[in-house]
């Protein structure tokens, strides 16, 4: 048995076709224009409003603590900042570990 493709084949319909056709003329010959949905109102909670006050906040905290870079700054250059090895290796390894996977 063979089925032979249609001629014709039909249109596919777009987003905005079902309001093009629910617009038309009406029984006395008039343009009738479809009518509007009522408008909706989302209420978010008041998850969003903190999230909001906690972005700003945020936005106007500075990254990084000026005092404290210009404090050791000052600290080496009058040659009283030192550096404890000990306490740079052991973090640095505790790091490798965690990035690692292999938490100790």
């Given at each position: 048995?063979?089925?032979?493709?249609?001629?014709?084949?039909?249109?596919?319909?777009?987003?905005?076709?079902?309001?093009?056709?629910?617009?038309?003329?009406?029984?006395?010959?008039?343009?009738?224009?479809?009518?509007?949905?009522?408008?909706?109102?989302?209420?978010?909670?008041?998850?969003?409003?903190?999230?909001?006050?906690?972005?700003?906040?945020?936005?106007?905290?500075?990254?990084?603590?000026?005092?404290?870079?210009?404090?050791?700054?000052?600290?080496?250059?009058e040659g009283r900042?030192?550096?404890n090895t000990s306490?740079?290796?052991?973090?640095?390894?505790?790091?490798?570990?965690?990035?690692?996977?292999?938490?100790?």
């Amino acid at each position: 048995m063979k089925i032979d493709k249609p001629g014709n084949t039909l249109p596919t319909s777009s987003a905005g076709e079902g309001v093009a056709r629910a617009s038309g003329k009406d029984k006395s010959g008039q343009v009738s224009t479809p009518k509007q949905p009522a408008s909706t109102n989302v209420s978010l909670g008041s998850t969003v409003a903190h999230l909001q006050s906690m972005e700003s906040s945020m936005a106007n905290t500075p990254v990084v603590n000026a005092a404290k870079v210009a404090e050791i700054k000052q600290a080496i250059s009058e040659g009283r900042f030192q550096v404890n090895t000990s306490v740079v290796a052991d973090r640095l390894m505790a790091t490798v570990r965690d990035l690692i996977g292999g938490k100790a």
